[in-house]
């Protein structure tokens, strides 16, 4: 059996690994697997380091149709197109597949106003000519039911983690220049206005003697986000505070020496950086926003605080910054949530299940 599996960005995101994850397991049971991507970027680099092949095709951009038609030269009809993208993919994907189409939907789409009805339509039809239909979460089943995909139609499939290896110390506060008295909070994600970076460093006022340590990259303004973040912890008086340890291939690793971790985000499908906290026996204070309810018991397994409301998400983590024993519940009752329902051996075997089903 062959899979290639068509990602949304050329960079290191939840999605992405996802898709290696599941590549690794057919890989590992003796398919053939390969990956399209739209850019070249740290993620295709570690593809192939990892030895998959990775074209790229720039689908996820725009509506052009020539990059659907060198997709289509990439597969004959036994190849399974799994599509890890958002709408444009989506729709030239399966348009550009010659066989069976497994479409992951990671998180729900957001249109433009102008665009709105024509986009809706496309990829509503589009999904109809696919094999299986896979959310991520239920919240993002529900969003795509809203949009207008066939009720039932959805199969929810939770994003899974490995727990071998996990709780490795690396020395993070050291290399950081963090003091070992000074309590630490760890956001990992993207830099951009819907991780809620902002508010976290709004918080830090109402917080002392915290450090908050923001591991990922300003990957859509090209650093602009960053130096406003930076601006803003000027402003507030707690640059000194504010750690920015941009992109970490060790990050999952890294939680294991923070106080907890934070995911004050607006939006989000299912958070592998939730999962990451949970397995590291770390409390999570996050936004009941997307599948993250379906991570975080609120009062169980973590707090969940209002998005955009700093006051909220401080009062949260100073209430867990003040109670180690609280947090230490609350970090094993997460590892035994994640080892119990999101592991990744339930989701790869769930999804090569599928691949047999649309294969036979």
Request: proline share 6%; with cysteine; aromatic share 4%.
């Amino acid at each position: 059996m062959k899979v290639v599996h068509l990602v949304i960005g050329g960079e290191i995101a939840g999605g992405q690994l996802v898709a290696l994850q599941l590549a690794h397991a057919a890989r590992a049971r003796g398919d053939e697997v390969e990956f399209a991507a739209p850019s070249p970027g740290p993620f295709v680099d570690r593809l192939a380091d990892e030895g998959f092949r990775t074209h790229i095709v720039t689908l996820s951009r725009s509506f052009d149709i020539l990059p659907g038609l060198r997709l289509r030269g990439l597969l004959d009809p036994r190849t399974i197109l799994h599509t890890h993208t958002l709408v444009a993919g989506n729709v030239l994907g399966t348009l550009a597949s010659r066989g069976p189409v497994v479409r992951h939907l990671h998180i729900e789409n957001h249109f433009r106003a102008a665009t709105r009805p024509v986009l809706r339509r496309l990829d509503n039809a589009t999904a109809r000519r696919c094999a299986r239909l896979v959310a991520v979460s239920e919240d993002t089943r529900r969003a795509y039911e809203r949009q207008g995909y066939r009720p039932g139609s959805i199969e929810v499939v939770y994003n899974g983690i490995e727990l071998d290896g996990v709780g490795r110390r690396l020395g993070l506060r050291a290399e950081l220049g963090i003091p070992a008295s000074a309590p630490v909070i760890a956001e990992i994600g993207r830099l951009c206005d819907v991780k809620g970076q902002r508010e976290l460093i709004q918080a830090l006022p109402h917080l002392p003697d915290a450090r908050a340590v923001l591991i990922g990259k300003d990957l859509e303004q090209n650093g602009a986000f960053q130096a406003s973040l930076e601006r803003e912890a000027e402003r507030l008086g707690v640059r000194e505070r504010v750690v920015f340890a941009g992109h970490r291939n060790d990050a999952a690793a890294a939680l294991a020496e923070v106080d907890l971790v934070a995911l004050p985000s607006w939006t989000e499908g299912l958070p592998g950086v939730v999962l990451e906290a949970m397995a590291q026996r770390r409390a999570v204070v996050a936004t009941p926003v997307g599948g993250t309810p379906e991570l975080v018991v609120d009062g169980e397994t973590g707090l969940l605080v209002p998005p955009r409301d700093p006051h909220a998400l401080a009062d949260a983590v100073g209430r867990l910054l003040a109670d180690p024993d609280l947090r230490r519940r609350m970090g094993e009752a997460g590892y035994r949530r994640v080892a119990q329902q999101f592991t990744a051996e339930a989701m790869t075997r769930r999804i090569l299940e599928l691949y047999d089903e649309v294969a036979a």
